[in-house]
Structure formats: C-alpha cells, structure tokens
C-alpha cells in the first residue's frame, strides 16, 4: 500500500479538510488503541496514518498563510496609497 499523495488533500475544500483531519486523529487514536491491547495486525498503517495527517495539517497551515498573507497585503496597500493632504498653509 503506497503513502498517500498530497495533491489529494489539496483538492479537498476546507470543510472536507477539517472533517478528514478529524477522521485521521481518530483513526490514529484506534490504532493506539489496538496496538495497546496487542490487537493490531498490520504496524505500517502507523506511519501511513501520520504521513496522511502530516499532510492533511501541511495543507490546512499553507491555506492559513495563504489567507493571511493575502489579508495583510491588502492592508498594505490601503496604507501606502493614502497620502496625507498638503494645505498651503503647510507650504
């Protein structure tokens, strides 16, 4: 079973991201789960997990940066297109 690829997470909308980011925690809580009680049959499901949630949370922070970044660039720009009035008494 290969590792998950990113580009599946990146095509999720955000509502599906979070839900999916959730199912991930769970899945990897149920397999914390098993390995206590020495049920788990198959051990790389571990790091496919953590891989999958890794990027699942890489994709969430990168929309996050995006988002701001994109906010505080507006604000920028409202602030360095405002030039103070000169009146002529000032002159």
């Keep these: 079973m290969p590792l998950p690829n990113i ?3 990146r095509k999720l909308n ?3 991201l979070v839900d999916e980011i959730l199912a991930t925690k769970r ?3 149920n ?3 098993q390995q206590a009680t020495r049920r788990l049959e198959k051990p790389h499901e571990f790091k496919h997990t953590r891989h999958r949630l890794a990027q699942l949370l890489t994709v969430e922070r990168e929309r ?3 988002a701001n970044n994109s906010a505080s660039t507006g604000k920028l720009d409202t602030t360095v297109t405002e030039t ?3 009146t002529q008494e000032e002159e």
Excluded: C, G, N, T
Aim: hydrophobic share 40%.
């Design 27 to 29: 899945q990897l809580f």
């Design 7 to 9: 580009e599946d997470a």
């Design 14 to 16: 955000d509502e599906e």
């Design 31 to 33: 397999l914390r789960f």
């Design 84 to 86: 103070p009035s000169v």
């Design 64 to 66: 996050q940066l995006k």
